[in-house]
């Protein structure tokens, strides 16, 4: 039976989260002192949800891979980041209302300034092209490219005032450990350190043998410059991470096979260098064999992960797998 027009309505993200908080899944934290962006307490029913998420998880991964547990420490002494590259490289671009001093995300900025172009169909259809490409390439372009296109557009702030140019900003919170201030350090900005600093003992634990794969679910911290509204883009979240350990010379999954003809949702970085959003669909096999996905393992956890998310409800046509543009790709250092 159809549904007269009058009563269809299309789903209100900003009605949902109200429900959301009305009903106390989540809610801002210390909101009777005014609260903090990108800062959320989780009621009854919100607890329940994540609960039984982190179960899910444990089991679709940890139990069902013969993964590794660890829990690692939040505080991180500063020379494990530094040696990661974070301390240098964790950043995102910053620019500032020269009036204000409200702070923004340059490719946020950017980011609403082409989709708002989009939007309009009076906007010049060079405009509309060049919008198109931006957009498909805002995830790769670096402060350079950003105040480029800022100073091009003559883009500012929300209250029409001049913005700074385009700075680095590290994301991570700074802390003192112990009375002296000497040992300097931070709330970890991701799970991944303690994982690898553990590898020796991770290891021994497998009875030296490889591959295998460790795997943490805890709390981790990030500086936002401007975080989003609900829970797209906080400070303080939960994070659930695994790290595989392979030789990188044998990369194989004796498990591939069963899952070589599952079909992907891909965005592969050339499409999103030649400045296309278009998604690809492909089996993980010829992906493979293709070189859209690097190796097996990768193609192997790539369908693991869909199947999860589709267990927790997430639909086949929401979901694809966007490939990191080169200056996204996580450093490597040898010590």
Partial sequence: MSVPTSTQSSFSRSKFEELMKRKFFYAPSFSIYGGVAGLYD??????????????????????AEQMLEVDCSIMTPYKVLET????????????????????????????????????????????????????AQIDGLDG?????????????????????????????FGTDIGPTGYLKGFLRPETAQGQFVN????????????PFASAMIGKSFRNE??????????????????????????????KFASISTYKLTLLPASKQ???????????????????????ET????????????????IKDDRLRFRQHMPNEMALMIHI
């Fill in 42 to 63: 989780y009621g009854p029913p919100g607890c329940a949800v994540q609960t039984n998420v982190m179960d899910l998880w444990r089991r679709h991964f940890i139990l």
């Fill in 225 to 254: 410059i401007s975080p989003r509204s609900g829970l797209l883009r906080v400070r303080e979240f939960l994070m659930a991470e695994i790290e595989h350990y392979v030789h990188p010379d044998r990369k194989s999954h004796p």
């Fill in 144 to 172: 350079e490219a950003l105040q480029n296109l800022i100073t091009e557009h003559q883009m500012k702030s929300d209250l029409g005032n001049e913005l700074t140019p385009v700075a680095k900003f590290n994301l991570m």
């Fill in 84 to 135: 990661s590259g974070h301390v240098a490289r964790f950043s995102d671009y910053i620019v500032k209302d020269v009036k204000t001093g409200d702070c923004f995300r340059a490719d946020h900025l950017v980011e609403a300034f082409f989709e708002r172009v989009l939007d309009d169909p009076a906007s010049p259809a060079e405009k509309q092209t060049q919008a198109v490409t931006v957009l």
């Fill in 273 to 295: 260098l030649s400045g296309s959003s278009e998604t690809i669909q492909m089996e993980v096999g010829e992906a493979v064999s293709k070189g859209v996905i690097n190796n």
């Fill in 298 to 313: 990768l193609g192997y956890f790539l369908v693991r992960v869909a199947l999860f998310l589709k267990a927790i409800g």
């Fill in 199 to 210: 590898f020796k003992r991770l290891l021994e634990c497998n009875n030296q043998r490889m």
